[in-house]
């Protein structure tokens, strides 16, 4: 399977279930477009938690959902799922802005107005049929961060493996008070 070297995407914030569906299926039809999704799942959650875990099971493989009333369909996200988004997105709600191109700590991560881009990177070897690790762009970290991917029966990426997207980035830059 081969894909350009860099790939951009351009997503939205999820403001349901129902969409966060329509943008996986749209963009999850390849490794890249799986990190994009997984991407916007991050937006979602850094500004409503509730959204946020129904988005991230959407955009997590099978295997790290549980049963549970909090995400689609009866399943959800598994509790050390749960537990480290909360103590590593919920604490810095700056962190899932970061992987949006246009974003920067002088500018706080603001969202740019217009689409969001995501930049995706691939490395030669990988991608695989079924398997798949590609690098999402940090505009508040000097190197691209790994995420990876499989594919489900049903021909869409999804993440299996993100904790290098939850790491941490440049903080926001302090706003400078003049009171002269």
Known sequence: MAFPKDTTYEIRV?????????LRDSLATTPHGG??????????????????????TVAIEADQLVGGPK???????SNPCLQRLRERLG????????????????????LPGGPLVVKVKEQAGDVGADRAKVFVYSTGADSPR??????NNRGLWKANNWSSLETGCRPPAPPVDDDI
Do not use: N
């Open 14 to 22: 999820p403001t349901s279930a129902d969409d966060m569906v329509a």
């Open 91 to 110: 604490s810095k709600p700056y962190l899932a802005r970061s992987y949006v191109q246009g974003t920067s700590p002088q500018g706080s991560y603001d």
């Open 146 to 151: 790994p995420i990876q991917l499989t594919k």
């Open 71 to 77: 995400g689609v369909k009866g399943k959800q996200p």
């Open 35 to 56: 990190a994009a999704t997984f991407v916007a799942a991050m937006l979602a959650y850094s500004q409503d938690v509730d959204l946020g875990i129904q988005c991230m």
